[in-house]
């Protein structure tokens, strides 16, 4: 079995920053990559950055320029920057980690931003 946890989400003022953090632990397999979605009230789940073995990153288009991935996948960490935030930033991110078996999912850290 395998468990993500995700810590750092809070209420933010628009224009200000936070940081997000992700732990996986438990029986993880040749993980090969880790990464961070979102989810807002009403709206689908979308991914917003990722990181793989090689510390390759890539980002959603509206993370670009704003939001860092940076992290050990290796040693099954990662965290998420979140710089210039907005109001539409506001959402539930999960953080995601994928092994030689599958994907597996936190429970997700409500980020809130006001304007």
């Known amino acids: 079995q395998v468990q993500l946890v995700e810590s750092g989400g809070r209420v933010a003022q628009s224009g200000g920053s936070l940081r997000l953090s992700c732990v996986a632990s438990g029986n993880i397999v040749n993980i090969y990559t880790m990464g961070w979605f979102r989810q807002a009230p009403g709206k689908e789940r979308e991914w917003v950055a990722s990181?793989?073995?090689?510390?390759?990153?890539a980002y959603a288009q509206a993370a670009r320029g704003r939001f860092t991935i940076s992290g050990d996948i290796t040693k099954n960490m990662v965290e998420l920057q979140m710089n210039s935030l907005k109001v539409e930033d506001t959402a539930v991110y999960y953080c995601r980690a994928g092994d030689s078996r599958g994907n597996y999912w936190g429970q997700g850290t409500q980020v809130t931003v006001s304007s």
């Open positions: 990181i793989n073995g090689g510390n390759l990153t």
